[in-house]
């Protein structure tokens, strides 16, 4: 399983630069692709017209729309195991928690997402969801390369069922590449990394107030349960 996700993220990373590379050497003027609003769509009409425009536009539509629901599903499956490992009070856990009894999926926690998705886009203004979600991978980013070297360096990962290739360089190399993401942003806008470290501090006060005097019988992160198709 791993060797597959692995395959197929370098399957994307590759597809990816095969595309970027392709529109900087294609571009018929590269200060207009720079300072486009929409660049892959200055490219497509430069080189392609109208038509092969809107092609790939709802192309990328239908790709967006399908990530959205893989998203979604992973999300409320995260919200799931969260309640069912007690990381809240029961009162919010226990219906959480429940599965439905044919098709196995965490219904609840996964409409109580897309409940709280809507809520957010409707009280929220867009472009504030779009910065505070990426600014919030780059801190996602952050801590996993951190706990990549220090679970390491402690022998914490050292009965992991995964080793991670060419260690220490790859968690290295992630931490170089997000020191210079977050300096752009700060440049930019330091918003962004602002509503991203509130989150993480939230986190933090949640789990030192609430699971950590409970951490015995809260939060113990049990191995998946394999059940007979």
Known sequence: ????????SAVVFAVAALVGVAVLLGTPSMPELVNADSPMNYFLLARGG???NTIVSLGIAIAVINAVIAIMLQLGRSLYSAARDRSWPDAI???????????RTPVVATLTVAALGTLAYWLLPFQVLLLG???????????????????????????????MPGWPLPPLLLLATMV???YENLVSDWVPVS???????????YYYGYIHPRREDRWTLPDPVDEEP
């Open 195 to 205: 509503i991203a470290l509130a989150i993480l501090a939230i986190g933090y006060v």
């Open 50 to 52: 109208p038509a092969v």
């Open 180 to 182: 210079v993401v977050v």
């Open 93 to 103: 856990s226990g219906p959480l928690t429940w599965v439905h009894p044919r098709l």
């Open 133 to 163: 979600s990426g600014a919030s991978l780059v801190i996602t980013y952050v801590v996993v390369g951190l706990a990549a070297l220090v679970g390491r360096i402690r022998g914490r990962t050292r009965r992991a069922a995964y080793r």
């Open 1 to 8: 399983m791993l060797q597959g996700v692995a395959g197929a």
